[in-house]
C-alpha cells in the first residue's frame, strides 16, 4: 500500500519541514503488524513528493488475537496490501507531530493552506463507489478515483471494490492527514483492531473543526465506530461541541457595520434591490442562504408568491433570533407551512437545499475565508443549483466615501476579504464557466463615478431555464 503526498507550494521542499522528514534520507519505523517506510522520490523547489510506504506482515497482523472460527481468514485477505486503519497508524506514528498542527521550523506554514496532492493505491471502498465523493468534497477537495479490475487478465470480469485515489485542494497539512486518517477507514469500514469507547474520543480528536458540520457526519461516525451505540454517542458530542460565535458579538459586528450604512439606508435598498429582483423572477420557492435574523425571510413571508423558504444559518443562536423576529411560535399554521429555518454550513453538499427556484446570498460570502470559496461554489452551483442565484456583497472601491472609515479597513470586523468591482466579476465568471450559469451585475445604492456603487449585485441564472 502507498500514500504519496504532493505539494506544488513554493518553495516546495518546505514539505520536509512541514513533514519533519528530510527529504534526503529514508525514514522507517517497525509498528506492531510491520513496518513503515518514509521517501522522497522527488523534493525540489517545483514539486515535492512524500511517499509512506506500508510493509505488513499477515502473521505479525494476527499475533494474540486467539483462535476462532474461520481463522484462516486472519491469513489470507487484503490487510497486508490495501489502505485500511492501519494506515492510519502508521500516520500517527510517522507525522504526529504534523497532524498535531505544530511545526519545529515552519509553524507559520504549518497555519497556511497551501496546494497539496494525495494519491491512495488501493484503497477498498466498502458499498456504493459514490460515498469517496460525498466525504471528501464537501472539504473542499477535486476528487478523482479509478476503478481497479478484478483481475487484468479477465477484464470481462469487472472491477473490484478498489479504487485509486487522488485528491487535491488547499488545505493545511495538519487538515489533509486528519482527513485521511479518520476517512480511510470508514471507506474501509473494517477495522483491523477492537473498537470501544476510546474509539469516539479519537473520532472528535482527529474530527476537530470540520466533522461538526460535515453534511455525512452521521455516515462518518456509524461506519469509523460501527457499533449503533458508539456512533450516536459520538453524534450527540458533536452537537454539543458546535461553538458559533456568540450572538451578541455578531449583533454587536452586524450593528458596526449598520453605523458605516446607515446615513444612505444601504441595507434597506439591498432588501428591495433583491425583493424586486426575486418577484421578477417568478420564482416560487426561495433558498437564503446566510439567513441571519431574517431580514429577508420577514418580507418573503409577506408575500404569497413565495410558497416555500428556507432560512440556512450556521448559528443556532442566530436561528433562534430569526424565528422570534418572525413570530414563528405564532405564525398561522398556513404561514408556518410555507417557511422553515435549519441549521448548516454554506461550504457542504447538502441535499435539503436542493430544488429551489431562486437563491440569495446577501452580504455573505465576505465572511468566508476565501480557500473555502471553491468548496461554497460547489455546493450552491454545482450540488443545489437553484435556477436564480442573487448574491450580493460590498464594494471595496466604494469604503473610501465613507466618513469617518479608516483607510484600508473593513465594514465589518469579520469579514475575510472585500472585492473590486473586477475582483467579484472574476469570480463570477468562473462560476459561470464551471456550473453553466449567465450572469449579470447590478449596482445598489448611489453611484459614484470613479468609485461605483456601495454594494454590488450578481443575479446569476442557470443556462437552459426559460425566464418566468
Known amino acids: 500500500m502507498l500514500l504519496t503526498i504532493s505539494t506544488t507550494h513554493k518553495p516546495a521542499s518546505d514539505l520536509g519541514f512541514l513533514l519533519m522528514k528530510n527529504p534526503e534520507n529514508v525514514h522507517e519505523v517497525s509498528l506492531a503488524f510491520g ?17 509512506l510506504m506500508l510493509d505488513i506482515d499477515p502473521v505479525q497482523l494476527v499475533r494474540g488475537k486467539g483462535r476462532h472460527s474461520g481463522a484462516e481468514d486472519q491469513y489470507v485477505n487484503d490487510r497486508p496490501y490495501a ?5 492510519s497508524v502508521a500516520l500517527a506514528r510517522m507525522f504526529g507531530t504534523t497532524l498535531s498542527g505544530r511545526s519545529k521550523h515552519r509553524q507559520e506554514l504549518a497555519e497556511t493552506p497551501i496546494e497539496l496532492e494525495a494519491k491512495i493505491s488501493p484503497l477498498p471502498v466498502r458499498g456504493n463507489k459514490q460515498i469517496v465523493t460525498q ?87 456509524k461506519r469509523y465506530l460501527r457499533f449503533r451505540s458508539l456512533s450516536r454517542a459520538a453524534l450527540r458530542r458533536l452537537e454539543d461541541s458546535v461553538e458559533p460565535e456568540p ?72 436561528l433562534a433570533i430569526a424565528s422570534d423576529k418572525l413570530k414563528f411560535e405564532r405564525m398561522a399554521d398556513r404561514q408556518k407551512a410555507r417557511i422553515e429555518l435549519i441549521q448548516g454550513s454554506l461550504v457542504y453538499r447538502d441535499d435539503r437545499l436542493k430544488g429551489f427556484d431562486a437563491a ?10 476565501a480557500e473555502r470559496l471553491s468548496a461554497f461554489s460547489d455546493a450552491l452551483f454545482g450540488h443545489a443549483q437553484p435556477n436564480i442565484i442573487i448574491m450580493t456583497t460590498p464594494n471595496r472601491e466604494f469604503n473610501t466615501l465613507f466618513e469617518g472609515m479608516i483607510e ?15 475582483e467579484f466579476k472574476i469570480y463570477a465568471d468562473s462560476c ?37
Open 35 to 51: 513496518k513503515a517506510t518514509v521517501f522522497f522520490p522527488e523534493a525540489d523547489e517545483t514539486k515535492c513528493t512524500a511517499a
Open 83 to 87: 489502505a485500511s486503519s492501519l494506515l
Open 135 to 221: 466525504l471528501f468534497e464537501p472539504l473542499g477537495y477535486e476528487v478523482k478515483t479509478s476503478s481497479i479490475a478484478l483481475d487484468p487478465i479477465h477484464p470481462d470480469w469487472g472491477d473490484s471494490h478498489y479504487v485509486t485515489l487522488v485528491i487535491r485542494g488547499k488545505h493545511k497539512i495538519a487538515d489533509l492527514l486528519n482527513h485521511l486518517y479518520v476517512l480511510v477507514p470508514v471507506l474501509d469500514a473494517n477495522k483491523h483492531y477492537y473498537i470501544d469507547d476510546a474509539e469516539i474520543e479519537k473520532l472528535l480528536r482527529k474530527g476537530t473543526g470540520w466533522l461538526e458540520q460535515h453534511p455525512h457526519k452521521d455516515l462518518i461516525a
Open 247 to 318: 450572538a451578541e458579538e455578531i449583533a454587536k459586528n452586524n450593528e458596526a457595520e449598520e453605523v458605516i450604512e446607515k446615513p444612505i439606508r444601504l441595507n434597506e435598498q439591498r432588501m428591495l434591490s433583491v425583493m424586486a429582483e426575486l418577484e421578477r423572477s417568478g420564482a416560487s420557492s426561495v433558498l437564503d442562504l446566510g439567513c441571519g435574523e431574517g431580514k429577508l425571510l420577514r418580507r418573503l413571508i409577506q408575500h404569497s408568491q413565495f410558497q416555500k423558504i428556507l432560512g440556512v444559518e450556521v448559528s443556532p443562536q442566530i
Open 360 to 369: 440569495t446570498v446577501i452580504e455573505v460570502i465576505e465572511h468566508m475565508d
Open 408 to 422: 484600508g479597513t473593513m465594514r465589518h470586523s469579520d469579514h475575510r476579504f472585500e472585492w473590486t468591482r473586477q
Open 432 to 468: 459561470c464557466k464551471n456550473y453553466g450559469y449567465s450572469v449579470d451585475f447590478f449596482p445598489i445604492g448611489e453611484v459614484h463615478a470613479d468609485h461605483g456603487a456601495p454594494t454590488q449585485m450578481a443575479v446569476f441564472k442557470k443556462i437552459g431555464k426559460s425566464e418566468a
